[in-house]
């Protein structure tokens, strides 16, 4: 991992790879968003549930895949690792200054790889064999493309969760499967799913991790269709995670749009 220091302090180093057949048999080339998506989603619960058990996750997303590879003993034309996940001591003061994601190669390098077996082929282009420097990544301040767009602010966060009594159970009886009634949500609600993902440190009482260990987010925009929420019109939004708040830039409800 080129000495990574979450490395060579945790406790502990989980790989998460993926054996890209059991996905592609179904989805064919779209499975390798799906299997990053199922990386993320047990990213996650390994994220929240690190902190009560006294740890800090950290992602390690730069390593030498081939290396990695080795030490799993994985037949890379069927199996390879995805992320790294290193627990420390949650009171390790330098665990939010870890490196975390590396570019990938930057050459035009032919790969080799058998014949129809795509998504090995996508998922070799994002390989690294040496370390690289992190480019400087500029991105187009939308904001202020959108200054004068109706405007929408979230209030201080009153929704109360019990953590302690909630999380575990939560953990073990989430489903792939849902069960969605229709209903529409409260303004507070969407605001507390948004805090959530963007200012975990709003909901921490000392129970999660107030600064968990991502990638580069600084690199993600979100933008939100609102179809049914009390006290916010229905249109396209885009999220400050900055300000916390809202900037509508459509003026019509797209629930057969994002359906379809």
């Known amino acids: 991992t080129f000495k990574n220091p979450a490395i060579q302090s ?13 996905s592609s048999w179904r989805y064919q080339d779209r499975a390798y968003r799906r299997i990053c998506w199922d990386t993320g989603h047990i990213w ?39 992320a790294l996940i290193s627990l420390t001591d949650k009171n390790n003061k330098e665990a939010n200054d870890f490196p975390k994601a590396l570019p990938s190669r930057l050459d035009s390098t032919d790969i080799k790889t058998p014949e129809g077996n795509r998504l090995i082929q996508i998922h070799n282009r994002s390989t690294m064999e040496k370390y690289v420097g992190v480019p400087n990544i500029k991105i187009d301040d939308l904001e202020k493309k959108i200054l004068f767009c109706p405007k929408v602010s979230f209030d201080e966060n009153n929704v109360d969760f019990n953590w302690k009594q909630s999380l575990y159970t939560t953990l073990l009886k989430r489903r792939s499967t849902r069960a969605f009634s229709g209903e529409s949500i409260s303004k507070e609600e969407l605001g507390a799913i948004l805090d ?37 019109e229905e249109g396209c939004y885009y999220y400050s995670k900055e300000g916390r708040y809202l900037r509508q830039i459509r003026f019509k409800n797209f629930r057969e749009e994002v359906h379809y």
Do not use: M, W
């Not at 180093?13 to 890209?20: D, G, Q, W, Y």
């Not at 619960?45 to 994985?74: Q, R, T, Y």
């Not at 260990?213 to 690199?219: E, G, Q």
């Open 196 to 232: 959530f993902g963007y200012h975990p440190e709003l909901f921490s009482n000392g129970v999660l991790d107030s600064k968990p260990d991502y990638f580069d987010t600084s690199l993600i925009e979100t933008f939100i269709a609102i179809n049914d929420v009390d006290g916010i």
């Open 44 to 82: 996650g619960n390994i994220d929240l549930i690190s902190f009560p058990c006294g740890f800090k996750a950290v992602a390690v997303g730069g390593c030498n895949d081939k290396a990695i590879n080795d030490i799993l003993e994985l037949d890379e034309n069927e199996e390879q690792g995805l």
């Open 10 to 22: 945790g406790n502990l180093t989980l790989v998460l790879t993926s054996v890209f057949f059991r």
